[in-house]
């Protein structure tokens, strides 16, 4: 035997042996190269879930060093195989530099993440808010300022001092997903960056659209919200699988707030549930709950979805989630075991924010700790697997 970086080289006869020898470095960097390929493939070997992943904003220009060493002593070490990163306009776009915000990540920033990344197993999700969520509180998202055509409602005005609730119901705007030239944009960033971030799949949101088939929208009025909210789903989805990618997004759209006693945020009461019926099966789902552990993962998977549920602030919630996730695999048909994916958690502060909670705990704060609820989630995936491998 012949070892080489720590693989031992089985070897026939001299002639290979002399081969190998000669070929020292040329070997060392083919199997380092090998190692890296198949080492995503042996971290999920070793564990319950096939998702162990954190979702969070992708760092700021200047905050790009700091997240690489994030990835390199904390996730990687912590078991993390999935990286959900929330960049909507925070990047250097070349098919639509009009969209990008101020000082975004360059295409160097983004290969510094994805090495490391690569380096422990991290596959990275990138993700775009679409149709929903096209602005915040006074402010107009980027899609809607450069393209205010797009606009579903364009009649309600943002206001100078945003309150909720508010006579126009306003939460976050909705771009309209029947206008014939949304789409052309919004695949252009899509396929820019699923590119860039060498991704297989890519998490479009879609949580929380409140304005959808608005009465006085000439293209969407009076359809059914359920039939508009899978259309459009299923233009994202097909145009993903022809590139041989997948779509991700949020579930609560797909829940029927009134039959699972949930309210308008985790749960549909806009008549868009029924969707569920009528998007394909392929789209993978992320079913958020954060006060409690909600079954309802076991609803998608017996709808036929992949899901991932995901928890915030809470690190009982996320205890119980993890624990709710191994339960239904071990007692679901194998079929229906395959389904649940795992676990994600949710970071809903900036990426820098995060790492400063991080490093440096704040006070004890009544509403949870998205730290505390990180650190919860990840050791409990690692309890559970280190009592598999003790069975």
């Known amino acids: 035997m012949l070892c080489i970086n720590g693989f031992l080289i089985p070897y026939a006869n001299d002639n290979f042996r002399t081969f190998i020898n000669q070929n020292k470095p040329k070997m060392k960097t083919f199997f380092y190269t090998l190692f890296l390929s198949l080492f995503p493939f042996m971290i999920a070997a070793q564990s319950v879930f096939s998702v162990n992943g954190l979702s969070i904003a992708a760092p700021q220009h200047d905050g790009v060093e ?161 039939a508009l909210f899978a259309e459009e789903v299923t233009t994202l989805s097909n145009h993903l699988e022809e590139k041989g990618s997948r779509l991700w997004i949020w579930g609560d759209r797909l829940i029927d707030a009134s039959t699972a006693d949930l309210g308008m945020w985790e749960a549909s009461m806009n008549n868009t549930a029924r969707a569920i019926d009528m998007i394909p099966k392929t789209v993978v789902i992320c079913d958020w709950h954060y006060e409690r552990a909600i079954p309802t993962p076991a609803y998608f998977a017996l709808k036929g979805f992949d899901v991932i549920a995901c928890p915030y602030r809470k690190a009982k919630v996320a205890e119980a989630q993890v624990k709710m996730m191994s339960d239904f695999k071990r007692n679901s048909t194998p079929e229906t075991s395959e389904k649940f994916l795992g676990v994600m958690h949710t970071v809903w502060s900036s990426a820098e924010k995060f790492l400063e909670e991080y490093y440096n705990p704040p006070a004890n704060d009544e509403r949870g700790s998205q730290v505390d609820c990180f650190k919860a989630m990840t050791n409990a995936v690692k309890k559970i697997d280190e009592q598999n491998s003790e069975n």
């Open 66 to 226: 700091k997240f690489v060493e994030f990835i390199e002593k904390e996730l990687g070490p912590a078991g993390i195989n999935t990286l959900v990163l929330r960049v909507d306009y925070n990047y250097a776009y070349k098919s639509r530099p009009q969209l990008q915000n101020e000082n975004p990540l360059t295409e160097k920033d983004v290969k510094k993440i994805v090495m490391a990344s690569k380096k422990h197993g991290i596959e990275i999700v990138p993700q775009i808010n679409l149709f929903g969520h096209q602005s915040w509180h006074s402010n107009l998202g980027k899609l809607l300022e450069v393209y205010p055509e797009f606009d579903e409602t364009p009649h309600v005005k943002l206001p100078e001092k945003y309150e909720w609730p508010n006579e126009d119901g306003l939460y976050c705007k909705s771009y309209c997903p029947r206008h014939p030239e949304v789409h052309d944009v919004v695949f252009d960033l899509m396929d820019e960056i699923m590119e860039v971030f060498e991704a297989k799949a890519f998490h479009a949101g879609l949580d929380e659209v409140f304005y959808i088939a608005d009465p006085k929208c000439p293209r969407c009025k009076g359809a059914d919200p359920a």
